[in-house]
């Protein structure tokens, strides 16, 4: 199985060489396979050299086969896409959140029976607002 752009599997890991000398780097799993006992094994990049590697689960942290958590989809956005995906998310953090501000009352209002506080989202979108709305263009 190829890891393709929008799995939601981790693609950044922690490598930890069995009885080698490499010890918690950063590595990047571009495939996952099955040898021929049928355990998952993954081919793993290192960084700096780019050399190709086999991999086993016990060697990796955390699994690539594990859910990534949000700051791991968003960290893979910003790190691993296009120069562009930067400015489309910030441009969209920047919209919403003046969306949400320009019509508090009404957001305040409709979140009045949801699990979320409504004057604190909009405080976090006056906060996005506020940090992300002054950065050059």
């Known amino acids: 199985?190829?890891?393709?752009?929008?799995?939601?599997?981790?693609?950044q890991v922690r490598y930890t060489e069995d009885g080698g000398d490499l010890y918690d780097v950063?590595?990047?799993?571009?495939n996952m396979d099955e040898d021929?006992?049928?355990?998952?094994?993954?081919?793993?990049?290192?960084?700096?050299?780019?050399?190709?590697?086999i991999a086993y689960a016990d060697e990796l942290s955390p699994t690539p086969d594990a859910p990534a958590t949000v700051s791991e989809l968003i960290d893979d956005l910003?790190?691993?896409?296009?120069?562009?995906?930067?400015?489309?998310?910030?441009d969209a953090l920047i919209k919403y959140g003046e969306a949400?501000?320009?019509?508090?009352?009404?957001?305040?209002?409709?979140m009045e029976n949801s699990f979320v506080y409504g004057p604190a989202w909009v405080a976090c979108a006056e906060e996005?607002?506020?940090?992300?709305?002054?950065?050059p263009a």
């Open 36 to 53: 021929e006992d049928g355990e998952t094994i993954y081919s793993i990049r290192l960084p700096i050299t780019g050399q190709a590697r």
């Open 78 to 90: 910003l790190t691993w896409a296009s120069p562009l995906m930067h400015a489309f998310v910030l």
């Open 1 to 11: 199985m190829t890891f393709l752009p929008n799995q939601p599997f981790r693609k």
């Open 100 to 110: 949400i501000v320009a019509n508090r009352e009404q957001v305040i209002k409709d």
């Open 26 to 30: 950063p590595v990047t799993v571009v």
């Open 128 to 135: 996005v607002v506020e940090k992300l709305g002054k950065q």
